[in-house]
């Protein structure tokens, strides 16, 4: 197979070169490549070495693994690596890594698509699989806006220093459209000049769990009891990356829109979503109770649950007793409708009272605020 390269608007994808042997052991370096990806660890120059002129020539030479330096088509900055391989009999696995400077720029997305593309044309493939980790929730998200369908998890899949992982396996076939797949869109920036509402970040875990362990919060939220830097670890890298990879919540912190300060949360969960209805929750950290963050929030991403994911209606459960939450419903503008008896339970397993609030569209409208 003879090596060739692709133009993708601001990138540009060619075979390795030995040239790129520095580039390549700086950017395999980074502990998120080594974390996810089969590259050694520790990286060293001869792998580095190895990789340029021998293994990625060699996969081009006897056919079964076509493989490109990702460069900025202006700067000519590595910026990642893609590459198919295990080609044979119609078929390929996608693989790739993205330089810590290219991350969040959507450049391995274009690049991946264009490299799909590219097999499904030139190569003649009917299926172009991928595979991650369990947990490797920007692979997926990639893999996702590409167009691939996430098939389901295989259990002990991967071999990662020399011990196994779960992995999720995914699938593109010829003729499917490389299109976002995505149950949600990226996690939005929402602010009304007071408040941000925005997408967790690793580094929100410590004030995560000192806002989750206050009695308070305890007392209305059914979170561990005691509430441990692990329990929001697991909340940030677990619940709310896997709620947003499969639709069923978008999940946002909520911050100081002037110094950044986390100061809140904000959930809208969307088991209803396919009938046209989701329902937000929040929690206000102890540092900033009474300045209106729970209700302003609310606010913001009712509206993007109506604008965003075409929802009718937004609802809020307060328990009866909890007049603090009621009164940032209210503010916030949703309407009171009335009591849902037993509809929640307590962390004890009994029945609470909850009061039903709802931010609906204007009917006939295609936009619009609570009413």
């Not at 520790?42 to 070495?49: I, K, L, Q, S, V």
């Not at 044309?121 to 691939?148: H, P, Q, Y």
Request: overall charge neutral; aromatic content about 8%.
């Amino acid at each position: 197979m003879e090596p060739v390269e692709i133009s993708a608007g601001r990138l540009h994808l060619r075979p390795w070169s030995p040239y790129d042997e520095d580039a390549v052991l700086a950017a395999c370096q980074d502990a998120e490549i080594q974390r996810w990806t089969t590259v050694p660890s520790p990286y060293t120059r001869e792998h580095a070495h190895a990789w340029v002129t021998t293994v990625a020539p060699a996969g081009w030479a006897d056919g079964t693994r076509a493989s490109w330096a990702v460069l900025d088509a202006t700067t000519g900055a590595l910026l990642g690596y893609v590459g198919l391989h295990a080609i044979q009999d119609g078929a390929a696995e996608v693989g790739y890594w993205c330089a810590a400077e290219g991350r969040g720029t959507g450049v391995m997305t274009e690049a991946v698509g264009a490299v799909c593309r590219w097999g499904f044309a030139v190569l003649d493939l009917e299926l172009i699989e991928w595979t991650a980790a369990v947990g490797n929730w920007g692979s997926r998200a990639v893999a996702e806006k590409c167009g691939f369908r996430v098939d389901g998890l295989r259990r002990r899949r991967l071999l990662h220093h020399g011990s196994r992982r779960d992995a999720w396996v995914g699938s593109l076939l010829r003729g499917e459209p490389v299109a976002d797949r995505r149950a949600l869109p990226a996690p939005p920036v929402l602010t009304d000049g007071v408040v941000t509402l925005r997408g967790w970040r690793p580094e929100d875990a410590a004030d995560t769990a000192r806002a989750c362990g206050d009695p308070l919060t305890a007392r209305w939220l059914p979170v561990p009891v005691p509430y441990t830097l692990a329990d929001a670890r697991s909340y940030l890298e677990q619940f709310v990356s896997g709620a947003w990879a499969d639709g069923t919540s978008a999940e946002l912190a909520v911050t100081d829109a002037a110094t950044g300060e986390l100061i809140g949360a904000l959930g809208l969960k969307l088991h209803g979503r396919d009938r046209g209805y989701g329902e937000v929750g929040y929690w206000t950290a102890p540092w900033a109770r009474g300045r209106g963050v729970a209700g302003r929030g609310a606010g913001l991403l009712a509206q993007w649950g109506l604008d965003v994911l075409g929802l009718a209606r937004v609802e809020l459960l307060a328990d009866v007793d909890n007049l603090g939450s009621q009164r940032a419903a209210e503010k916030a503008g949703f309407v009171r409708e009335g009591v849902a008896r037993q509809s929640r339970r307590n962390r004890d397993g009994t029945a609470r009272d909850m009061v039903l609030f709802s931010w609906t569209r204007p009917v006939g409208s295609a936009a619009g605020g609570p009413r």
